[in-house]
């Protein structure tokens, strides 16, 4: 069915789900949309420095639940989606990228070396904990994509940041794959009858608050 309400419209329709029904499952292809908009999402770059991780297994998601500070939308949704982003920027990651830009773009192998040889000038002198909050910043970017396209789909989402992301990183072995946790997105459909929070009013600061004009 055609969704004509606008991307403004469906930004006011979502709200942080705070109860699903576990009984509603997302269908499939909708998932991959969401998916889908991360993974066009822009990035520093065009880096895409994390994944997504898309997890259904019910008994891995109730093993999620007490180190999402007992949150039960993780265990009642119907796919949590992890965001989890390179633990640091390495001269492999930045090449394998650019290989495959080159690649599909049917471009000599050596067409952007200038400009990836200055990344890693950049990036490898650094931090590793510095490189590290970049790449997360750029999961954010994928991450709003991802909750604008499940509302374009009528399908409800939980942001969350309140994890134990450690002991996250440790449940799913995320360190074996150069990855750290950075945020979660229930997707599944809204206890109408049972979420406290459906019926409010969506509050914001006013918007004359909240812009700042320099003309």
């Known amino acids: 069915m055609k969704n004509n309400m606008s991307l403004l419209?469906?930004?006011?329709?979502?709200?942080?789900?705070?109860?699903?029904?576990?009984?509603?499952?997302?269908?499939?292809?909708?998932?991959?949309?969401?998916?889908?908009?991360?993974?066009?999402?822009?990035?520093?770059?065009?880096?895409?420095?994390?994944?997504?991780?898309?997890?259904?297994?019910?008994?891995?998601?109730?093993?999620?639940?007490?180190?999402?500070?007992?949150?039960?939308?993780?265990?009642?949704?119907?796919?949590?989606?992890?965001?989890?982003?390179?633990?640091?920027?390495?001269?492999?990651?930045?090449?394998?990228?650019?290989q495959h830009t080159t690649t599909d773009r049917e471009q000599a192998p050596d067409r952007y070396k200038g400009y990836v040889d200055r990344l890693k000038k950049t990036y490898l002198k650094r931090a590793e904990s510095e490189n590290f909050a970049h790449t997360a910043r750029q999961a954010y970017i994928a991450f709003g994509f991802s909750i604008a396209?499940?509302?374009?789909?009528?399908?409800?989402?939980?942001?969350?940041?309140?994890f134990d992301n450690a002991a996250l990183d440790s449940l799913l072995h995320l360190e074996e794959l150069g990855l750290k946790s950075?945020?979660?997105?229930?997707?599944?459909?809204?206890?109408?009858?049972?979420?406290?929070?459906?019926?409010?009013?969506?509050?914001?600061h006013p918007k004359k608050d909240f812009l700042i004009e320099i003309k």
């Open 9 to 98: 419209d469906t930004l006011k329709w979502r709200y942080a789900t705070k109860k699903f029904d576990p009984a509603k499952k997302v269908d499939q292809k909708l998932v991959d949309q969401i998916v889908e908009a991360a993974w066009l999402a822009p990035t520093s770059s065009g880096l895409q420095p994390f994944k997504v991780i898309e997890i259904t297994n019910q008994e891995l998601k109730e093993k999620i639940v007490p180190i999402a500070m007992d949150q039960h939308q993780v265990a009642d949704s119907s796919h949590l989606l992890v965001f989890a982003a390179w633990d640091n920027y390495t001269e492999d990651r930045i090449d394998t990228i650019y």
């Open 149 to 162: 396209m499940a509302a374009e789909l009528k399908v409800d989402t939980t942001p969350m940041e309140g």
């Open 182 to 204: 950075v945020l979660m997105l229930p997707l599944g459909y809204r206890d109408e009858a049972n979420d406290w929070l459906v019926n409010l009013k969506k509050v914001r």
